[in-house]
């Protein structure tokens, strides 16, 4: 079944800030493999404002550096999956990743 994953990013890599980026990566996958990736520019970030854009995007992963509590607990509630503490890597690598089960994720980045 495919998914489809939000990476925040800045020059088209993964941003370890998720409140700091400049685009979104939305990819859409057909769970095996990436089927496509666009770049959205998100709205200016306020607290509850990027949990939001993206469950409008249709988002069933984030793939993250590091990101808030607050953040967390929204996509909970809006049952997104995400991964938080993973290295900067291109978008579609990191999909790539975790399709094939290998994705790492470590400590969050972020203190707030």
């Not at 925040?8 to 941003?15: F, Q």
């Amino acid at each position: 079944m495919g998914k489809t994953f939000a990476i925040p990013t800045v020059d088209d890599v993964l941003c370890q800030h998720f409140g700091h980026c400049q685009k979104f990566a939305i990819v859409q996958t057909d769970g095996k493999k990436v089927l496509n990736i666009e770049f959205v520019t998100p709205p200016i970030h306020q607290p509850g404002i990027y949990p939001e854009f993206l469950a409008q995007q249709n988002v069933d992963v984030i793939i993250a550096g590091g990101m808030g509590v607050k953040a967390q607990e929204l996509f909970k509630q809006n049952n997104i999956e995400f991964y938080v503490g993973v290295s900067a890597e291109t978008p579609e690598k990191l999909v790539e990743q975790y399709l094939a089960e290998m994705l790492q994720s470590g400590q969050n980045l972020c203190d707030h």
